[in-house]
């Protein structure tokens, strides 16, 4: 059994159709044969968009010429009402300022300092689920939960359960299946006059959570003021200055960050060990193995984590098989020339880690679920070549490193207490809301070991 996909469209549609399609869910208006294409042009009377799937030119975009390729200003169009400015939307100077002081707080020596509450959002969310065994559980619900408590705990210091965390969860929740990473006007230019397809609730919630996120971003400034704030995340991002210019953070622009940070850290999170979770109840002998290595969690620490490598194995082979953003989008600041084909300035340029990792022509058997593969030449060449979960080249994602700890380590603490079942009739879905997610959620049987 192959771990589930969605069933791609047919070759050729009606623009209106693909539109249609494509406002219910991005993965499955796609069509098969991007699966092998190195190139896929896309053009309408609107506009042309070019989704690359090769390597090479992956690396030109990403990595040797980042700044020809900005970020599309047309993706603002579908996260602006939650992100504002923030660093995953920003180009240019702006955005290399934003990193320049964002980065420093997620450095090795940071991440190791970060692992306690990691932790302790693990160990929560065991003793949530031990009132659950031998039950029916969505998993979505479990891990949204754990990574959203990590983020908390890892940022602010105060827990899920926490009022003003516990208010911007629940109204997370309700975003992110109302507003998809990618809403139509990414791609096309329309005027402004054009309504954006953000419902009112999208956009209440929006404001609702940006509030919540104020208050705790006051109330940590006049903690640093006075000499009490703790050190987490948050202090070290408020209180670090532009090496540059000396500037830093104001109020409004860290609510602008903490939101992607809430965003990518506990929605990108939440996807992947949803999936990873569903993986291990398809293939039981891998839970096994798992659980067996998760002994070693017995007396935990950050070095421990370290000798999980089957968990990392198996996440990164989550991660490969359910990138959490699927798809990302460049905009070409100059006439380009990819494949022979000539690319006009101002085109979409559309890079998806969902066909990459899946490309029939790089992956060895690229549908199924093989955590041996990472061990292997091809494995190794294409994790280099054609593995981009967190992004790359100067625009990677800052947590990364924070995501390979806390993944296998919450996957770990779970397996080891707890046994994961598949249930008849009950397999997801995947679609594209603000991550890849399933259509119904992810259902399997809670045993406690």
Same mark, same amino acid.
């Given at each position: 059994?192959?771990?589930?996909?969605? /069933?791609?469209?047919?070759?050729?549609?009606?623009?209106? &159709?693909?539109?249609?399609?494509?406002?219910?869910?991005?993965?499955?208006?796609?069509? /098969?044969?991007?699966?092998?294409?190195?190139?896929?042009?896309?053009?309408?009377?609107?506009?042309?968009?070019?989704?690359?799937?090769?390597?090479?030119?992956? %690396?030109?975009?990403?990595?040797? =010429?980042?700044?020809?390729?900005?970020?599309?200003? +047309?993706?603002?169009?579908?996260?602006?009402?939650?992100?504002?400015?923030?660093?995953?939307?920003?180009?240019?100077?702006?955005?290399? &300022?934003?990193?320049?002081?964002?980065?420093?707080?997620?450095?090795?020596? +940071?991440?190791?300092?970060?692992?306690?509450? #990691?932790?302790?959002?693990?160990?929560?969310?065991?003793?949530?689920?031990?009132? /659950?065994?031998?039950?029916?559980?969505?998993?979505?619900?479990?891990?949204?939960?754990?990574?959203?408590?990590?983020?908390?705990?890892?940022?602010?210091?105060?827990?899920?359960?926490?009022? $003003?965390?516990?208010?911007?969860?629940?109204?997370?929740?309700?975003?992110?299946?109302?507003?998809?990473?990618? %809403?139509?006007?990414?791609?096309?230019?329309?005027?402004?006059?054009?309504?954006?397809?953000?419902?009112?609730?999208? *956009?209440? %919630?929006?404001?609702?959570?940006?509030?919540?996120?104020?208050?705790?971003?006051?109330?940590?400034?006049?903690?640093?003021?006075?000499?009490?704030?703790?050190?987490?995340?948050?202090?070290?991002? #408020?209180?670090?200055?532009?090496?540059?210019?000396?500037?830093?953070?104001?109020?409004?622009?860290?609510?602008?960050?903490?939101?992607?940070?809430?965003?990518?850290?506990?929605?990108?999170?939440?996807?992947?060990?949803?999936?990873?979770?569903?993986?291990?109840?398809?293939?039981?002998?891998?839970?096994?193995?798992?659980?067996?290595?998760?002994? $070693?969690?017995?007396?935990?620490?950050?070095?421990?984590?370290?000798?999980?490598?089957?968990?990392?194995?198996?996440?990164?082979?989550?991660?490969?098989?359910?990138?959490?953003?699927? #798809?990302?989008?460049?905009?070409?600041?100059?006439?380009? +020339?990819? *494949?022979?084909?000539?690319?006009?300035?101002?085109?979409?340029?559309?890079?998806?880690?969902?066909?990459?990792?899946?490309?029939?022509?790089?992956?060895?058997?690229?549908?199924?679920?093989?955590?041996?593969?990472?061990?292997?030449?091809?494995?190794?060449?294409?994790?280099?070549?054609?593995? $981009?979960?967190?992004?790359?080249?100067? =625009?990677?994602?800052?947590?990364?490193?924070?995501?390979?700890?806390?993944?296998?380590?919450?996957?770990?603490?779970?397996? !080891?207490?707890?046994?994961?079942?598949?249930?008849?009739? !009950?397999?997801?879905?995947?679609?594209?809301?603000?991550?890849?997610?399933?259509?119904?959620?992810?259902?399997?049987?809670?045993?406690? *070991?």
């Amino acid at each position: 059994m192959t771990p589930p996909k969605p /069933q791609v469209r047919a070759d050729k549609v009606s623009l209106w &159709r693909y539109l249609k399609l494509f406002r219910q869910d991005l993965l499955s208006a796609q069509p /098969q044969r991007l699966y092998r294409a190195w190139m896929a042009e896309f053009r309408t009377p609107f506009f042309r968009s070019y989704m690359i799937n090769q390597p090479e030119l992956i %690396n030109t975009v990403l990595k040797q =010429r980042p700044d020809d390729f900005p970020k599309s200003n +047309r993706i603002s169009e579908g996260l602006r009402p939650l992100l504002g400015d923030s660093v995953f939307l920003t180009n240019g100077d702006t955005w290399k &300022r934003q990193r320049r002081i964002i980065d420093p707080a997620f450095e090795g020596g +940071r991440l190791k300092d970060t692992f306690p509450a #990691m932790l302790a959002a693990a160990q929560a969310c065991v003793d949530r689920l031990r009132s /659950q065994s031998s039950s029916e559980i969505e998993c979505e619900e479990v891990t949204s939960h754990a990574a959203a408590d990590v983020i908390f705990r890892t940022l602010f210091s105060v827990p899920i359960e926490h009022e $003003i965390a516990a208010q911007v969860f629940e109204k997370f929740r309700a975003y992110q299946r109302e507003q998809p990473l990618l %809403n139509l006007a990414a791609f096309i230019p329309l005027p402004r006059w054009v309504p954006r397809f953000h419902s009112a609730k999208t *956009r209440r %919630n929006a404001k609702e959570i940006r509030a919540l996120i104020g208050r705790l971003t006051t109330e940590r400034a006049a903690a640093i003021s006075a000499g009490q704030a703790p050190d987490d995340l948050a202090t070290k991002i #408020m209180t670090t200055p532009d090496p540059q210019t000396g500037h830093r953070f104001n109020t409004d622009e860290m609510i602008d960050q903490v939101a992607i940070f809430f965003l990518a850290g506990h929605e990108t999170s939440a996807s992947a060990l949803a999936w990873t979770l569903y993986l291990m109840a398809l293939y039981p002998e891998w839970q096994e193995k798992l659980a067996a290595e998760a002994q $070693i969690l017995e007396e935990p620490s950050f070095a421990t984590v370290s000798k999980l490598k089957l968990s990392r194995d198996v996440f990164r082979e989550a991660l490969r098989l359910y990138p959490p953003v699927p #798809m990302m989008v460049r905009e070409t600041t100059c006439p380009e +020339r990819f *494949r022979d084909r000539d690319v006009p300035q101002g085109s979409q340029i559309v890079l998806s880690p969902w066909h990459l990792h899946r490309q029939e022509r790089l992956w060895d058997k690229p549908d199924e679920f093989d955590p041996t593969r990472w061990g292997t030449e091809n494995g190794k060449k294409c994790q280099r070549e054609a593995y $981009i979960p967190f992004s790359a080249g100067p =625009r990677v994602c800052t947590g990364a490193g924070f995501a390979m700890v806390e993944g296998p380590l919450i996957l770990s603490m779970l397996l !080891r207490h707890f046994r994961f079942e598949l249930i008849e009739g !009950r397999t997801p879905v995947p679609v594209a809301h603000l991550t890849v997610r399933s259509k119904d959620g992810i259902w399997l049987r809670l045993v406690e *070991r």
